[in-house]
């Protein structure tokens, strides 16, 4: 199978998503894509402990993509190898009463991981330029000045926010966390064909809500909205990867991939030396413990 490149899937200029493959054309079975991750499972645990030690950085993982897109299965199996200490999952839903009483960068600022740590943002803060933009009148819940009514909220605003969210993640990045955004790109078709299953196969019944198909019927304004946050956004510090994901176990694994190759370019990121006093001291303690 064809080595993978981060920078294939990173966004340095601007995109169309419509141009953009939603499955890749790879020689592979399922049992080979399984097999790379696993290795790939193997290196981020060993690396998370080290980071752990290190306790200067902290990572934050963002992923994205409509639903089907299989973004909590891919946190499953991404990340299943690590020590549960240090990798912490986040869910962002509709804003609750209290998160309401603060802007709307608020709770992800509480979110964020410690160093040494992982969070995951499965959806994000990049909701409020995604959902919102699609659905404005969400927007009048967060009670902001100037904002009365859907017509106030122009494209200055959206505009606004994007750059709220570019200082954002500049300055965590600054102060030491290591910003990685994912874009699950999913295709029309294949979604249709997800929710069928969610449907037709009874132990995934759960999974369904009408409420999906409302947001389907929206799926072109969702794409441009993607389009504009995505090109608006994707920085050095704090880049987005369009992952094609179509199919599961390799967008798996590109994710995957694409995280130890970039956590492999923070070379300063090693396990801490002992104190030479303690070093001095090892056969000491040996024979205390003795």
């Not at 966004?11 to 894509?33: G, Y």
């Not at 160093?115 to 659905?135: D, P, S």
């Not at 759960?206 to 389009?227: I, N, Q």
């Not at 995505?230 to 994710?255: C, L």
């Amino acid at each position: 199978m064809k080595s993978i490149d981060p920078e294939d899937f990173k966004v340095t200029h601007p995109i169309r998503l419509s141009e953009i493959p939603t499955k890749l054309n790879v020689k592979a079975s399922d049992d080979d894509k399984e097999e790379k991750l696993d290795k790939v499972q193997q290196k981020l645990s060993k690396f998370q402990d080290v980071m752990y030690a290190h306790n200067r950085y902290g990572v934050l993982i963002c992923l994205q993509g409509m639903d089907t897109s299989g973004k909590d299965s891919l946190i499953r199996e991404v990340f299943k190898e690590f020590n549960p200490r240090g990798v912490v999952v986040h869910s962002f839903k509709t804003p609750n009463s209290t998160e309401l009483e603060h802007d709307y960068l608020w709770r992800h600022y509480l979110a964020l991981p410690e160093k040494g740590k992982f969070a995951i943002f499965n959806r994000t803060h990049y909701e409020n330029v995604l959902v919102t933009r699609v659905h404005p009148e969400y927007i009048l819940n967060e009670n902001l000045p100037g904002i009365e009514k859907v017509e106030d909220i122009t494209p200055e605003f959206w505009n606004n926010r994007m750059e709220q969210i570019n200082n954002f993640e500049k300055h965590i990045a600054q102060n030491g966390t290591i910003v990685l955004k994912f874009y699950l790109h999913l295709s029309k078709d294949e979604q249709r064909d997800r929710l069928l299953r969610r449907l037709d196969e009874a132990d995934h019944n759960w999974k369904f809500s009408p409420g999906d198909l409302k947001e389907r019927e929206r799926w072109d304004d969702y794409m441009s909205c993607y389009e504009s946050a995505i090109n608006n956004t994707s920085k050095p510090h704090a880049p987005w990867y369009v992952v094609p994901a179509d199919d599961k176990e390799m967008a798996r694994y590109i994710v995957a991939k694409i995280i130890w190759e970039e956590m492999q370019l923070h070379t300063d990121i090693q396990e801490p030396e002992l104190d030479d006093k303690v070093k001095a001291d090892m056969e000491f303690f040996r024979k205390q413990l003795k």
